[in-house]
């Protein structure tokens, strides 16, 4: 004999809804676990697609912030999104690896048919 499921899809999608598809806000709402939820997101397209609607949601919205921020010249918004989003432009943050043994450069041996260009 299956059990009866204790929610519908419809109410969960709801919880999810309202908690902007945060799953363990849902779950709480529900009084249930994140576990449940995750199940209910396999078996049913609608929850999965509650999830996945919110997030996207909540990205806009961060990403809006962003770029508000960015209009306001602040500075760590600028940074970032030219670390980020400008990586394919060169904005990217390279750093100089210095190999020192005991202050000494270290030497590495080389076995094989190496060719110094290879190096």
Known sequence: MANKQRYTA??????????????????KSLGCSHVTVYNYAKRYESVQRAIDANRGEVLDAAELALYNAILAKEHWAVAFALRTIGRDRGYVEKQALDVTSGGEPLIVKVTGNIEPDEL
């Not at 969960?12 to 363990?24: F, R, S, T």
């Open 10 to 27: 419809a109410r969960v999608v709801h919880a999810l809804d309202i908690n902007k598809g945060m799953v363990y806000l849902a779950a």
